[in-house]
């Protein structure tokens, strides 16, 4: 291959469009940091459009692998590097890429051939790091897919990014959902709306996740408010020891969706 252009100025317009891209400024692309994450971004089939390689790096496999899909790659000084990347200790790498395809067509096309018949909505979830963590769970899981709500964190910022290591570019997503659209999908879809709260009327391992549902859970600041739970069919909880006031959103979404899995994919193994 030939040699990598080498980017001399953090003042490049390559350098500065990235970090606008880093910064949520530029519709339609996200900014993916990191050997891993940029390679599970090329195994997904996610559409890169720019590369930059930190010095310490240029010699690595990983960028053979990415010049080989045709991305646009460029050397930088580590000194420069500094200035694009969003960690304290970045490994050396970041990608811009197109923003994977979202939507109710994406979601129910997936819903629709999913062994485990579980969709999770997230009402207003502000912390990225949480969100992200919840849509890897839900890869693992098995699960439908995932809606996310209006005035939510960014399922694509590199926090959510990171903290989905890289399930974000292959979950079925729905983002920017509006609560009424999502009622109406869920009963043309035939899913029973279920939703996590603190005094729920069942526990979670009373329920038959073998029906297909559609899982609320709201942020950990706020919780759902009487204005959602009034919309599903039934609420639910997890039962904890009495000292404990509750469980990080992301843990108690974990549970629930491994119940689900236990009771319905786990034993058909």
């Given at each position: ?160 990014i990171r903290a989905s290591m890289g399930s974000a570019f292959r979950v079925p997503i729905w ?95």
């Amino acid at each position: 291959m030939t040699e990598i252009e080498q980017i001399a100025s953090r003042d490049n317009r390559r350098l500065v469009h990235a970090r606008k891209v880093r910064d949520g400024k530029i519709d339609g692309q996200i900014f993916i940091e990191g050997k891993r994450l940029v390679g599970e971004a090329l195994r997904s089939g996610t559409r890169g459009l720019t590369c930059f390689v930190g010095d310490s790096l240029y010699d690595s496999s990983l960028v053979d692998e990415v010049r080989s899909a045709g991305i646009e790659t460029f050397r930088v000084g580590d000194g420069i590097f500094k200035s694009l990347a969003d960690t304290v200790a970045s490994q050396g790498v970041v990608l811009t890429a197109e923003r994977p395809e979202t939507g109710l067509a994406v979601l129910t096309a997936a819903s629709q051939a999913a062994r485990l018949p579980l969709v999770i909505f997230l009402h207003e979830i502000g912390n990225p790091s949480n969100l992200g963590a919840i849509i890897r769970t839900a890869e693992a899981a098995g699960v439908a897919g995932v809606i996310v709500s209006e005035r939510s964190a960014d399922v694509f910022s590199p926090k959510s990014i990171r903290a989905s290591m890289g399930s974000a570019f292959r979950v079925p997503i729905w983002v920017d959902a509006r609560l009424d659209d999502i009622v109406a999908w869920a009963a043309s879809q035939a899913l029973r709306t279920t939703a996590a709260v603190l005094s729920g009327e069942r526990n979670y391992t009373d329920v038959d996740w073998s029906v297909p549902r559609l899982m609320f859970f709201g942020s950990e600041a706020h919780g759902l408010s009487g204005n959602v739970t009034n919309l599903v069919e039934e609420t639910i909880t997890i039962s904890m020891a009495r000292r404990v006031e509750s469980l990080n959103l992301a843990a108690s979404a974990a549970i629930i969706m491994f119940e689900a899995k236990r009771q319905t994919t786990d034993r058909l193994i």
